[in-house]
């Protein structure tokens, strides 16, 4: 018998799922309020940084006095002229970069952590800076031309990677714990007793996922636009197909996480787990490729890798869906595993 | 002409039925049978299988051997057909709190090719005035109406409740009652387990006793009652905790069965009130004990149960 539509068990399981979000303030606060706190906060940080001044030590005796002078007048350096034992103090804690000194023969000599990046640049700075006021001349001429461009600054590359930590959050969180909550309360196993169709229930909370993906994208895109100016460069299509999958697949390992949990403990420590390694290797914060060489076929493969990719070739890039069709694979294949197996796994009582 | 009961098939045949949890056997070889349109209770103390038996009746759990045939099928395999037509109320469902009375319905409703119409619903458990209201905000006996509700949407054949009044004040229990009578009066059929003799005596057709997991009895409660012979029940207790041996007990006149309460109190049943109290009064007074307390009643479930095991029903 063919029911109207708004009967079918689909639509009400799913119309249940969004009333019961709706109706938690504190779920909505974490999903639409908290990332436009973090976006608002990391931007603000990183918006007008000046070029980074390094801190240099000279150690005080007869020929510091003109030293700090040339140093001053390089630029890009703060001199700070201290007696031997607190300079070196100073860099063993971290405090100044490079600690110089020119002793009675007229030598440089150079203290610093060759594996610390502001030693190195440090050292380089320095020594440029004397050896030309000690009248050495540049063989060949320069030209420089700095780039400060939209689209490269970090909070350009920061707003795609919170979009896809925000879906993956709102996805295996939302879910998880609704889940957990309703197996505790024995409302599975009483729903298990009907004729539900469990694949329904299950698909019933993907799709709730999608009344607020659009909210969710919305607000957390608009805002980075908007406040920050930040570049929508790719199609609306495929920017809507890549947070669509993304979304769907983190729903579908929100939905692996709570298939067997029995307690909110168990499950906040499975989806810590599932989460963590995505937070710290995705490239949400910082670039992903900062890891070793051997680790990136794994980190190519997690879901917030394959999403924040995409989304960030799509908005930054303009990148096409040829050309995202590796990570789209990616996240498709996710989302099918994830389902699938949730469905097998998932315990009902 | 409408056949008889017994000739009608049964809604529920429940055949040597024995389910395991490690090295506890819950179910030991339960069998038993409920009649289309009658209501059936097993009645029987906490842990004697009860909600086992109902949870496998329900195909929520599966027997390790034994067979369960409901309206004439198998869970095994026809499983959707027999969601479609049974309701039930489990022990401890708490429904999603964020919803209304309706919704809820509602979700259920959605479930069923063919179910009762939630407005329609919502009339027969008395929830009316509670339509629009959160679930959370309803007190225990209205939860409990609503879960019966919920079993009532997708118009069930056969309706399974697990300890459906347990924990409710004496006006919901009533008032859940008349629900279950007027489902049955439809034409309904009832499976329920409690332990409470009132409520079994009250609703239920015929009832079997459970414990260990084996039906220990069955029968109607009138013909359960009249088993045990016994007119009367008297129950007394003795002041400054003093003690009469058993045996003293059991050899006044009349007596039947001997066995302990609660209460540290002591019920003798017997044939012959008359007989019986003079003499152990004589007994008690030739002992120098005294009496806090003396009652007769007219036997109940309960001294079924306790001539049958020796325990007292909720103590057992």
Redesign the interface.
């Known amino acids: 018998m063919a029911k109207p539509f708004p009967a079918l068990s689909i639509v009400q399981l799913t119309l249940v799922r969004i009333k019961e979000f709706v109706r938690e303030p504190e779920a909505m606060f974490w999903s639409f309020v908290f990332p436009l706190l973090l976006a608002a906060g990391l931007g603000i940080a990183f918006r007008s940084r000046p070029p980074e001044q390094l801190r240099v030590a000279l150690v005080r005796d007869a020929a510091s006095d003109s030293l700090e002078r040339v140093l001053e007048r390089g630029g890009g350096l703060v001199v700070d002229v201290l007696d031997d034992s607190t300079a070196l103090m100073r860099l063993r804690t971290g405090q100044v970069a490079l600690v110089a000194d020119r002793d009675a023969g007229g030598t440089l000599r150079y203290e610093f952590d060759p594996e610390r990046p502001d030693g190195r640049a440090a050292r380089f700075l320095v020594n440029d800076a004397l050896q030309r006021a000690a009248g050495r001349p540049d063989p060949v001429p320069v030209v420089e031309r700095t780039v400060r461009e939209r689209g490269s600054r970090y909070i350009d590359f920061f707003i795609p990677g919170l979009l896809g930590m925000n879906l993956m959050s709102s996805g295996i969180w939302g879910i998880a714990f609704s889940v957990v909550t309703a197996r505790n309360r024995k409302l599975l196993k009483r729903l298990a007793a009907t004729p539900m169709s469990r694949a329904e229930y299950l698909a019933s909370y993907l799709l709730s996922r999608l009344g607020f993906l659009a909210a969710e994208v919305v607000v957390i895109v608009g805002f980075g636009a908007l406040a920050f100016n930040v570049p929508v460069r790719g199609s609306v299509g495929v920017f809507a197909l890549v947070t669509l999958l993304g979304a769907l697949a983190f729903s579908g390992l929100g939905l692996l996480v709570a298939s067997r949990a029995t307690t909110v403990e168990g499950a906040s420590g499975l989806a810590n787990l599932v989460m963590l390694p995505q937070w710290i290797f995705s490239g949400v914060f910082f670039s992903s490729k900062n890891f070793p060489d051997a680790l990136q076929p794994f980190i190519s493969l997690l879901p917030l890798t394959a999403t924040v990719d995409a989304l960030r070739g799509n908005l930054l890039q303009g990148s096409g869906l040829v050309e995202l069709a590796p990570h789209l694979g990616i996240i498709l294949a996710w989302l099918v595993v994830t389902f699938g197996l949730a469905l097998r796994l998932f315990r009902w009582r | 002409m409408i056949p008889a009961a017994d000739v009608l098939p049964p809604a529920l045949e429940v055949t040597g039925l024995v389910k395991r949890y490690g090295d506890v056997t819950a179910v030991a070889g339960l069998s038993l049978a409920v009649r289309a349109g009658e209501c059936f209770g097993l009645l029987g103390p906490n842990g004697a299988g009860k909600t086992t038996t109902l949870e496998i009746c329900?195909?929520?759990a599966t027997a390790d051997e034994g067979e369960v045939r409901l309206l004439g099928r198998a869970w095994r395999t026809d499983a959707?057909w027999l969601?479609?037509r049974?309701g039930?109320a489990?022990q401890?469902?708490?429904?999603?709190e964020?919803?209304t009375v309706y919704?809820t319905l509602?979700?259920?409703?959605?479930?069923?090719?063919?179910p009762r119409m939630v407005n329609d619903v919502i009339p027969l458990v008395g929830l009316e005035e509670k339509r629009d209201a959160r679930v959370g905000t309803l007190s225990g006996g209205q939860k409990q109406r609503l879960a019966i509700a919920?079993a009532l949407v997708?118009d069930p054949k056969v309706l399974f409740l697990d300890e459906p009044t347990t924990g409710l004040d004496p006006q919901s229990r009533r008032q859940l009652w008349d629900l279950i009578e007027a489902y049955k009066r439809a034409g309904g059929t009832v499976v329920l387990t409690t332990h409470y003799m009132d409520e079994a005596e009250r609703l239920c057709d015929r009832i079997a006793i459970v414990d260990h997991g084996r039906v220990i009895a069955e029968g109607t409660p009138r013909a359960l009652v009249g088993s045990i012979g016994a007119e009367h029940v008297i129950r007394f207790v003795l002041a400054d905790g003093a003690e009469v041996p058993s045996a003293l007990l059991e050899a006044l006149p009349g007596v039947r069965v001997v066995a302990g309460t609660r209460d540290d109190g002591t019920e003798l049943q017997c044939t012959a009130v008359h007989e019986t109290v003079p003499a152990l009064l004589g007994l008690l007074a030739q002992r120098g004990a005294r009496l806090a307390d003396l009652r007769t009643h007219a036997p109940t479930l309960e001294d079924v149960f306790v001539s049958l095991t020796g325990r007292a029903l909720r103590e057992a």
Do not use: D, N, V, W
Request: aromatic content about 10%; charged content about 20%.
């Open positions: 329900e195909g929520l959707g969601r479609q049974i039930l489990l401890e469902t708490q429904l999603a964020k919803l919704e509602r979700l259920f409703a959605s479930f069923y090719h063919a919920c997708g």
